[in-house]
C-alpha cells in the first residue's frame, strides 16, 4: 500500500466485466489512477480482483479516448470507412438531436431505440424508454440471454449459482463458472477452490478443454449442437435407469403429478378451472392445492369422462426414445461416461437427505448442474436448455443447500416469489426489473409485433433481441409500418458483438440516426452520426453498481449493496455519465414528466420517495430516491463513511428459498402448448407460417438435429468459442495490458484446431488460416494445434478479430468468431430469437 | 532470523493470470516485462486432456546464481531471505539472466509505450526509460512487507492459491503446507534452495 501523502485512496466498486463483483481500492495521485486493489473488507471478494480489474487504470488513460462531441462528415458508412470526424459544440450537439426526437416524439416515438448493455445503469433503461415512448435493443445478447429462461423458473432469477460451499459434485455445462467466468466471476474462483479442497468432484462438458475444463477432474467433449440430447438422455437415465429422481419433490413441488388429456392440456376442474390432481390416499382427482401429499406420479385414470396421466408419467415415457446408445452416437460422449456421469450426478444428490442449518431442517442435494451460453444458442435452444436446467429439478436441487440457487431471488425486503392460480411459481422480477426482460411465465398473450424485436411472437420467452437485425432487414414482412429513425447506442458494439460487421453494417445503415456514447472509437462508434464522450466507469458514479437481479452470492452470505463513486476526474470537465447527458436530453426535449412518471412506476417508488413529475431532479437525486425506497439509507450512507458497500443480513428463507416458495415449477409445459395455439393464429394472420415454425410449442422437451448437423456441402468442420479470464467485452481487446496478457497463453488468439484434423487438412501448427462458414462470412487466424478440441470443431475466441481502425490495439489479434455469422430465420429458434451457433466452417490456408 | 517464503498451490491454480498482472502494476513494468509469469503445460492426448498452470518468478535462493555471478554486485541476499537488486550498480552484462535457472530476471531494454503515439500519465510516473540496460525482477515487494502487507500476487490471487510467510517458524502456514502437502522446491537438484514451494 502507499502511504505517500499525496496519493488517495478511494473505494469503489469495478466494472471490467458485467459481474460487478469486487469492491476496490484505487490509489490516485494528481488524478491518475495508478493501481486499483482488492478491498479487503468488501464482500464478495474481500480483498480478491481479477486480471482485468488489475488493469484497469490503463483504459481511462486511452490515448483514443473521445473528448467533445463529434459529428461525422463522410455520409459513406461502412467497416473500415473512416467517418472523418470533425469536433462539434456540446451546444451544437443538442440543436441536432433535439430537434429529431421532437419530431419522432410526434410522429411516432416506436422510431427511436435505445441500445445499450449498461447493467449499472438499466435501471434507467426503462424509464428513459418509455419516457420517450422508445423501444429497447438489448445489445450483447446475441449469444448470451437464452438460459435466463429457465433460469426464470427454476431458480427464480435472472441469474443463478452453484452453491459452492456445499456441492460435493459439480457438472459445468457449457460455462467456465468459478473459473473468472460467468455472473460472479471472481467470489466464484475461491468457493469452487475451495469445494475441490474438500472434495467436490467436477466434470466439464464442453467441446473445448478450456481452463475449466483442463483443470477439471474431468472433460467430457461433445459435438455442437447436441446437448439437448444429452439433457434428455440425462433425465431419461435418472427416471427409467437409475430411480434417481426426487419423488417426493416432483409430487410437491412440481407439476408433475397434474393430470394431462389426450389433448395435451391440464384436466381442469369444470367449475373453478383448476388443475386436477390424482390422490391416492382418496383415490380421487382433487384440485392440486387441496390434495394429501400421496399424489400418482404414474397410471391412468379416467376425469370428466376423459382419460388421463400425470404429466409425469408422459415425461417418462416420452424420453424413453432418447436412449444411451442412440445419445452416444449423437454427442460423441461414450455410452459408458454418460451412464456414469448421470449415476455419479444422481447420488451424489443424496436425494432425501436434509441438512440442519440455523436450527432449520432443509432439503440436501449437493448436486449442482450449472450451464450457460454454451448451450444455449441452438435452433431448438428452449428445449434444450430447459432439458438441461430440469435436471436439476428433477433431484429437488433448485434452491436448496447444495445445489443451485438463483441470485437475489427472495428479498423480503422488497420481494418474493409468489404462485398463480395454476400454484405455478412467478419469479419476483417484475419487482426489479426495469427494462425490456420479462418473466418466461407465464404465457404473455400474442399480437402482431409493434416493435423490432418482435417479442410479442415470443409469448413464453425473456427477450427476443436477435430478432432486431431480422426485422430491421425486412420491416414491413412484420407488419411494422414505420422505419427506425433515431438510435441512442452505449456500451454495447453492435458491430462487433452481434453477427458479420459487413451484414449488420449494411443494416444499421437504414437507421437515418445513429446517437453514439463512446468512451473510445470502437466498429459500433464508426457507424454513428454523431458521437458524445462517456465517461468511464472509474469517472463516474454508480449508486446502484449491482443491481439486485444479479450480482450478489448465493447462500449464506449477506446481501451487499454496491456504490460506484469516480476513482478520478474524465480528462474534460465536459464529460459525464451518458445516463446524465440522456437526462439532459430528456429536459430539452420536454420529456421529463414522462420519464419521471415511468421512474416512479417501474422503480415502484413508495409515495414519500417518488418524483414530482414536474420538478427536474439529478442522477444523483434520482439514484438517492431508489436507494431510500428499497434499502432505507441514500447515497449519505455511502459517501459519509467512504464505503463501496451497504450490507444487510441474509435470513435464512432468503439464502435458500426452495423450501419457502408458494408454487410448484414447471416440468411438463403445458402453457407452451397453449402459447403456441395463441401464436399460430397470429401467425397465420400475418402470413408468416412458412418463416415462422411454431412446432416447438409443445409440452414434451424434443431434441432434433440442427440444420447443420450435417456437413452443409463442403463446410465439413463445426466452429465453437470460448471465453478467458483475461477478456470479457469487445472493450478488454483494445487494452494493451489484457492484451499481453493473453498472448502469455500460446493458444488464446489462435484458431484451434486437433491435430489429426490439422494433419487431415495439410495445415502446421502456426499457419495462418481462413475460416469460411456456411454463411459465405470468412474470419482469419493462426492454426493452433491442441488435443484440447473435439477434432470435429475449430476453436476462436469469443472477442478476438478487433477491425477497428479508431483502435490500434487490438486490431486483428485472432480471428473474430462473430464475422462468420449472417442471419436466418431458418437457424433460429422462433421460441426465443437464439440464433444457432452450431454451424459449420471450412478452413483453409491463407 | 525470518526467513521468507511462499507456497504455490498448483491444485487451486486456475492460470487466470491475476498475480501476473497485479505484479505488473505493483512494479510498473514496461512492455514485454513481467516479474511474475504463469506458465501453461497441456498434457495428455485427446480426450484424456489436462492443462495445468505453474506461477513462476525469483525464488528468493537461498544460494542466488545471479548474486554469485553478476560482475557488479547487483543482487544481495538480506538476512530475511529476500534477495534484493540495485539497479543504479547495473551495466547490462546480463549475466544474471544466463545463470538464474528458472528464468525468473527481466532484462528492460528499450522501453516502448503500452499505446501507440507515446507514454500515458501511468508510464511517466513509472519512469522505466531510467531503467533502461538494467535488469529487474520480483522483490517478494519488500517494500510492502516492511508495511506488514504480503506480496501484491498474494493479496489478490482470487483462488487463495498463493501464501506467504516464514519458513523458518514450523508454525507458519507456509512450513506446515510444505510439510503436509509435501511441498518441492524447482529444481531442487541445483543446490539453490528456493524460497518458493510449489504443492502438488
Known sequence: MNTQDDVKQIKSVCYMCQGNDSGIIGYVKDNVLLRVEGDPESPPCYGKICVKSQSSPFVPINPNRVLKPMIRTNPEKGVGIDPKWKEISWEEAYDIIIPKIKKIREENPLKMVINTFDYPSLHFAGPLMLGFGAQFYFGGATWCGWYHNPCYQYHLSFFREADYERCNYLLLWGTQSGHIIDALPVSSAKKLADARERGCKVVVIDPICTPCAGRADEWVPIKPGTDGMLGLCFINLLINDYGLYDKEFIKTKTNGPYLVGADELYIRDQETNKPLVWDEDKNEAVHFDQASGNLALTGKFTVNGQECHPSFELIRNHVKKYTVEKTAEITTIPAETIRRIVKEYGEAARIGSTIVIDGQELPYRPATLLTGKGTANHRRSMHTIFAIEMINVLIGGVNVPGGVLGIGTSYKKRWSVTADEDGINLSPNSTYWHFGAFDSYPARPVNRPSTYNLFELTPCNSFSDNFFPIALSDPRKFGLDYDIEFMVTSHTNPMSGYISPFLMGELLKKIKFILGFATEKNEGTEMCDLVLPNAHWTERYDPMANMPFKFQTVGESDWYWFFRRPLIKPPDPSIKHWVEIMLEIVERAGCTPDVLNWSNILWSLKPENAFDPEKKYTFMEMNDAYIKDRHGIGIDYYEKSGTQVFREKKSI??????????????????????????????????????????????????????????????????????????????????????LEIGHTYPWLYGAMIHPAMAKKKGIKDGDPIWIESEYGYRTKGNASLTEGIHPDCIGVMGLGGRLTHGEPVGRGVGPHWNSLFGQDLSKMDKMNSSLDSAIRVKIYKV | MIRWGMTIDLKRCIGCQSCSMACKMKNGTPPGIFYRKVMEKVTGKYPTVRRSYIPISCMHCSDPPCARNCPTGVFYKREDGIVMYDSSKCYGAKVCRMACPYDAISFIDKVESYYPGGFTPIEKIWDNQSREGTAGKCDFCADRIAEGLKPSCVKTCPTDALKFGDLNDVNSEVSRLILTRDGYQLHADLGTNPSVYYLP
Open chain 1, 653 to 738: 428463507d432468503e439464502a435458500y428459498p426452495g423450501p419457502f416458495v408458494p408454487g410448484r415449477y414447471n416440468i411438463y409445459m403445458e402453457y407452451w402448448k397453449r402459447a403456441g395455439e395463441d401464436l399460430r393464429r397470429v401467425i397465420k394472420e400475418m402470413g408468416l407460417e412458412k418463416e415462422w415454425d411454431t412446432d416447438d410449442y409443445k409440452p414434451l422437451l424434443d431434441w432434433e438435429p440442427g440444420p447443420s448437423f450435417n456437413p452443409v456441402n463442403d463446410y465439413d468442420l463445426h466452429v465453437v468459442n470460448y471465453k478467458a479470464a483475461c477478456h470479457t467485452f469487445t472493450h478488454t481487446m483494445v487494452n494493451p495490458l489484457t
